[in-house]
Each structure stands twice: as C-alpha cells, then as structure tokens.
C-alpha cells in the first residue's frame, strides 16, 4: 500500500536537495535559526527525519525556523490545499449585484449599502488573477463611476471618507487592469487618482499600493532607479502592511537586473520577515493581498535573474503547483506564464532549446495576460535565445511572436 507524500514534506526534502545539503547539515543550519535551545543534533536529527518523511507537522516554532532556514516562509512552504467547501461557501457570501445597485439608487447612503459595496469591490479584486482584464476592466470603471455619483450625494464625513477609500481601491484595480492591457498613459493617470483617494481618506494601503504599481510600471520600462525611489516612499508610507511585503520584492527585482546579489537577499529577507508576522489574507486570490505563496513567484524571479538554476526551476515548480487548484485549473495564469518562462531561460542555459522554445511558447498562450510583464521576462528569454542560437530557424521564430505581442 503506498502513500502520497504530504506536501509540506516533499517541499523540504526538495529545497534540501536543491541546495545539496545533508540532514545533518540541516540540522545543524538550523539552530543558526533562532536563538532557542533546541534538542541534541540526534535527537533534533531524528525529528528532521521524521518531518522530511512526512510522518508529522512540524509545530508553528519549528515551521517559522525551516521557512527561514530555505529563505521562504512558513506560509509557502507549508500552505495547505483549499478546501472546495471553503472556496464554494466563500462565493455563497458574495453580494448579489442587482441588490448592490437597489441599494445605491435610494435616496440616502447606509452603512449596509457601504459594507455591501466595500464586498463588491473586494470581489472585483479577487477576480484579477483569471478574468478577461478587458472584461473585468469595464466592469470595475463602472463601479467606479457609481462610487463618484455617489460622493455627490448627501453623505457623513465618515461615510465620504469610505466612499473614498473604496474609490482608491477601485481606481488601483483599474489601473493594473489598463496598464495589463496596453494603455500605460492612461494608467498611469488612474494611478494618481489612487494616490490621492487613498491620502485624502488616510487609507496607507491604498498610498502604499500606489507607489507600488510606480515601481512595476518603472520595472517593465527598465528604469530601475524609479523602481527603487518608489519602493522606498511606499513602504516609508505603508508601513507593516502587506504592500511593504511586494515593495520588497520590486525592490529585489531591481537589484537583481542590475547584478547586485547582495541587495537582492538583502530586500528579499526584509519582505520575508514582515510576511512572516502579518496576518494570513482572508482571501489569497485579491489583488491587493500578498498571499504568502507569492514570496516563492519574488524569489523565482530575483534567482532567474542571478543565475541560480536549480533553485529557480524549483520555485517555478512550486509556482505552478500552487497556481493550480485540485481540479486541475489554473488560478493564477499569469504567475504561471512567468513560471514558464523561467523554466525556459533554465532550459536554454542547460542547452535545450526545444524545451526552451517550448516553454516560451506556452507561456504565451495564456488567455489572462499582463503584457508588459510578460514582454519583459519573454524579452530575457528571447536575449539568451539570441545570443546562444541565433542562427536557428526556431529561434528566429520565436522571436517574431515575441514582436507581435509587443507591437
């Protein structure tokens, strides 16, 4: 009778082998960890054994010490399926829309209607990873145009300052959308909006998020410098709010398409502490929530990018496993097209260019797309491609699909 291994099990005995490290060395690694006392090297030896077959969890101490020990977090690492029933009863408590809109054409705003809106837009949030950004982008400007006309209306400073925050949540939400589908001016338009929603009505997430999609849209462009300056500002504003978490790994990205490796771990470590003591999201598919398996998607993309190989095929693995739900679907196509692409810069490093290509490819056909993040880790695989087999007729090709979703 066999076992299927826990998860959490194969995820240690995976970034174990990764690193070439022996148990006994991950034992000993490991009380560098804390300044606990923990058991003789044996008998912690004997646990480790035990962890790594599956045979029992680790306690929540011990999980915060082995997420660190693999510079991760103990959220990713040992993250647990989603219950179907979760998800399903989770979607039961979703406002009705038509009642929403009965709400907001009375005369006067309540707090249920405000509660009920906040919930909508919570939703349009968590629809981003996998609905049409086109679709879900008419859809949230036409929330956000209710949410004007009703800042119009006769309202409480309390309510007017909710009604504001909510509007900076949705023109952050409009803004991603607009700049995923092409139109960098406009977002960039929507993105000052945002900034000056979320000041006026004092919500630092809504600033932090703000200064945050400064930093991807500087990103995408190769202006590292801005990525840096607006990471700092943002998480100078936000605080220790999960935004900081993601202002960190913009922060990591930058560095690491610069060369500095220092800088990169340096960054990486400062989000992976704040991520460790912030609260779970109530909802790991919003947008403007960093999820805690979102820290392998930073690191997959800082070791791509300074040349650890093998650690970074591992994390695109553990990318598309966590991006795809039990039925099979993908729930995150955009972290898996990147994760794709990954594999193929891994590929082409190794000498495969069929695998390469092929893994390029597939990151393209993805129907959820951000292209100017796609553009960009697709471009690094096209350079290598180029500067390692230039003259081959499936490289020539490739780079012409890369053209035509540019252009």
């Given amino acids: 009778m066999t076992t299927t291994m826990a998860p959490w099990a194969r995820r240690i005995r995976r970034e174990r082998d ?31 054994k035990r962890w790594e077959g599956g045979q029992n969890l680790p306690s929540l101490d011990y999980q915060k010490l082995i997420a660190g020990l693999f510079n991760s977090v103990s959220g990713a690492l040992f993250a647990a399926p989603r219950d179907p029933r979760q998800v399903l009863s989770s979607a039961m408590a979703n406002p009705d ?57 006769r309202v409480t400073l309390a309510q007017h300052r909710e009604l504001l925050s909510i509007g900076g949540l949705l023109a952050l939400l409009v803004g991603c959308l607009e700049m995923d589908t092409g139109a960098g ?104 929530e960093v999820d805690p398996q979102k820290y392998d998607f930073y690191a997959m993309d800082t070791a791509r990018l300074v040349g650890q190989d093998r650690m970074a095929d591992g994390l695109a693995d553990e990318v598309i496993t966590s991006s ?21 810069v891994v590929a082409a490093r190794a000498g495969d260019l069929d695998a390469a290509i092929g893994y390029g490819r597939q990151a393209l056909e993805g129907d959820r797309q951000s292209i100017p993040s796609l553009v960009m880790v697709s471009r690094e695989l096209g350079e290598l491609l180029s500067d390692q087999y230039g003259g081959e007729q499936e490289t020539q090709e490739y780079i012409e699909e890369l053209r035509t979703l540019t252009a």
């Fill in 18 to 48: 990764l690193r070439g490290w022996t148990q006994k060395e991950c034992v000993r690694r490991l009380r560098l960890q804390t300044t606990r006392v923990l058991p003789e090297e044996e008998a912690l030896l004997r646990q480790w």
């Fill in 97 to 153: 829309t038509t009642d929403i809109l009965a709400r907001l054409q009375r005369s006067s705003v309540d707090t249920a209607s405000l509660e009920a809106l906040r919930l909508t837009v919570d939703r349009l949030c968590s629809d981003y990873p996998f609905v049409s950004a086109h679709q879900l982008l008419v859809e949230s400007r036409g929330w956000l145009t209710r949410v004007g006309d009703m800042l119009e209306s």
């Fill in 185 to 288: 001016t406009r977002a960039e338009a929507t993105r000052r909006s945002a900034l000056a929603l979320g000041t006026e009505s004092d919500d630092l997430s809504v600033v932090g998020w703000a200064y945050e999609m400064t930093a991807w849209f500087s990103l995408t462009r190769g202006d590292y410098r801005s990525v840096l300056s607006a990471a700092e500002a943002g998480i100078a504003a936000a605080g220790e709010r999960s935004v900081s978490v993601q202002l960190h790994a913009q922060e990591a990205k930058a560095w690491a398409r610069v060369g500095d490796r220092a800088r990169v771990e340096v960054a990486l470590d400062r989000g992976r502490q704040l991520l460790e003591v912030l609260p779970a999201p109530t909802d790991v598919n919003h947008h403007f």
């Fill in 324 to 344: 795809t739900d039990w039925t099979g679907r993908v729930v995150a196509p955009m972290r898996v097209s990147e994760a794709l692409i990954t594999k193929g």
